[in-house]
Every structure is written in structure tokens, then in C-alpha cells.
């Protein structure tokens, strides 16, 4: 059971804008800046979303993240066929210890 | 470039010891923390550890707690994971990963090494 909510799947066909949300709480997502990762099969995870809402360089626009509270949401516009992936959303958590918390991943599929 | 390269990574039997270590390129090592994250294959990520950038303060996942150590040698460029009394559960790939600040300020995290296989079996 991960600590951060995605949605276990979505879909979308080629040029459609898909979003998918992290749901979360006070001491991860209220407090603390989410990342987004997407994981191509067979390779490390990359980063396309830091701080929240800051692209890398690299990363095209048509990726975009936002945060409200305690949630967190990535969309994809433009949607190609190189997108489909598993795609995670983290933030630390400043509960007991600290820890690192990840969503449990959001498998993309371009129809 | 940046680049973090890990290795150790190996074949152990339950109750073993592993040593990974993760080499830093392209950037001030000690500018940042930095974390250990493992993956099971077709699982999600699971975090194990976070050093801040002087190693004055480590922090474990509740799974490892006790039996992983952290560390570091600013010197070197260098990041380490004593890893004792492997379990078949800690059977997974294992990912060195910088975080954006330098203790643990909520500020994110960034790169990602490509991991090194740690399988723990009889």
C-alpha cells in the first residue's frame, strides 16, 4: 500500500491531453515539493516534473504539473506513442523519521 | 555530465552482507543529499535511505532499519550501502538518487543512477 494515490491505469489516444493525479497528505504534498517521474520499460525512472510545476531541461512542455493541497496532478498534452509508461509521483514525508514516499505508479497506455 | 553509477550489486545468500557503492560525476557531490531507492522488477519504487550532504544524519526505511547503513566520503564523490542479514525480500534493483537539497528540506529529488540487481537467494 504506498502512501501516495495514483490511479493503478489510464489511456489515451495520439494528440488527446491525459492527466493523472497523486492524492496525498499534510506531511508529504501539503509541505513539501512533489516530483514526477516517468520509467520507459527496462530503464531507471527520469525526472519530468520537479518542485511541483518546474520542467528540466530536456523535458518538452507538453508535460505539466500542478499542486493544490494535498494533491498533485501531471498532464500530458499532445499525447504520442513514446509517452507510454509507468509514470510515479514523490514527495518527502515529514511524518515520524522522514521518508521518501513514492505513489504506487500510473501505467499510460497510447491507444 | 552528470551521472551517478552504481555497483555491488550481486548474487547473496539469505543472512549475507553486500556492499553497493554509487560513484557521482558532473556536479559537487557534497551540494546535496543523497537517497537509495529500490524496485523490484514490474513493482513500484520502494525508498530505503537518505545521507545529508555531510553524513551527519541518515534516515531508514522501517524494512531496513537495523540492517542497512548508509554513508558517504565527500572525498571520493562517493555514496555507500552496507547491507547485513540480507533477506529474500530485499531482492530487487537498486538505484542511487540525488536529492534537490542538502538536508532534508522537502525540495525533491532530481537524477537517478541505472541501478545495480541485488538478489538475494539460496
Known amino acids: 500500500q504506498s502512501v501516495l494515490t495514483q490511479p493503478p491505469s489510464t489511456s489515451g489516444t495520439p494528440g488527446q491531453r491525459v492527466t493523472i493525479s497523486c492524492s496525498g497528505t499534510?506531511?508529504?504534498?501539503?509541505?513539501?515539493?512533489v516530483t514526477w517521474l516517468q520509467q520507459l520499460p527496462g530503464t531507471a525512472p527520469k525526472v519530468l516534473i520537479y518542485?511541483?510545476?518546474q520542467r528540466p531541461s530536456g523535458v518538452p512542455d507538453r508535460f505539466s504539473g500542478s499542486k493544490s493541497g494535498t494533491s498533485a496532478s501531471l498532464a500530458i498534452s499532445g499525447l504520442q506513442s513514446e509517452d507510454e509508461a509507468d509514470y510515479f509521483c514523490a514527495a518527502w514525508d515529514d511524518s515520524l523519521n522522514g521518508s521518501l514516499v513514492f505513489g504506487g505508479g500510473t501505467k499510460l497506455t497510447v491507444l | 555530465e552528470l551521472q551517478l553509477v552504481e555497483s555491488g550489486g550481486a548474487l547473496v545468500q539469505p543472512g549475507g552482507s553486500l556492499r553497493l557503492s554509487c560513484a557521482a560525476f558532473g556536479y559537487t557531490f557534497d551540494d546535496h543529499a543523497m537517497h537509495w531507492v529500490r524496485q523490484v522488477p514490474g513493482k513500484g519504487l520502494e525508498w530505503v535511505s537518505l545521507i545529508t550532504w555531510d553524513g551527519s544524519s541518515t534516515f531508514y526505511a522501517d524494512s531496513v532499519q537495523g540492517r542497512f547503513t548508509i554513508s558517504r566520503d565527500n572525498s571520493k564523490n562517493s555514496l555507500f550501502l552496507q547491507m547485513n542479514n540480507l533477506r529474500s525480500e530485499d531482492t530487487a534493483l537498486y538505484f542511487c538518487v540525488r536529492d534537490r537539497g542538502t538536508y532534508y528540506e522537502g525540495m525533491g529529488i532530481d537524477y537517478w543512477g541505472q541501478g545495480t540487481p541485488v538478489t538475494v537467494s539460496s
Open positions: 518542485d511541483s510545476n
Open positions: 499534510n506531511s508529504n504534498i501539503g509541505s513539501n515539493a
